[in-house]
């Protein structure tokens, strides 16, 4: 069981700048990819980025590359959603979710992960 924590949203002007913390535990964390999705109001959740643990891989969705940069800290067993350049359509609630287990390539949907937060609210304002 791994139980996942975000923190860092809030209400921002567009343009501004957040970063997201989603902090893992467990009896014994190890960890294939984690991911940051995001759910607006009436709309599905969407991949926003993911990251292979062990580094090396990392994907973004196109509405976001080159405002957005994941990253994770292994000895804090959290990953990190650094967002600038923010837009109102970036507002949504934002969960981290986590994978354990192998698979040829990290997943960017929903599926593939099998644990998720509570998730965190970004809002901004035009």
């Known amino acids: 069981q791994v139980q996942l924590v975000e923190s860092g949203g809030g209400l921002v002007q567009a343009g501004g700048t957040l970063r997201l913390s989603c902090a893992a535990s467990?009896?014994?964390?190890?960890?294939?990819?984690m991911a940051w999705f995001r759910q607006a109001p009436g709309k599905e959740r969407e991949f926003v980025a993911a990251?292979?643990?062990?580094?090396?891989?990392?994907y973004y969705v196109d509405s976001v590359k080159g405002r957005f940069t994941i990253s994770r800290d292994t000895a804090e067993n959290t990953v990190y959603l650094q967002m600038n350049s923010l837009k109102p359509e970036d507002t949504a609630v934002y969960y981290c979710?986590?994978?354990?287990?192998?698979?040829?390539?990290?997943?960017?949907?929903?599926?593939?992960?099998?644990?998720w937060g509570q998730g965190t609210q970004v809002t901004v304002s035009s």
């Open positions: 990251i292979r643990w062990s580094g090396g891989t990392i």
């Open positions: 467990a009896r014994t964390f190890s960890s294939y990819a």
């Open positions: 979710e986590e994978r354990s287990s192998y698979i040829s390539d990290i997943p960017r949907r929903v599926s593939g992960y099998y644990y």
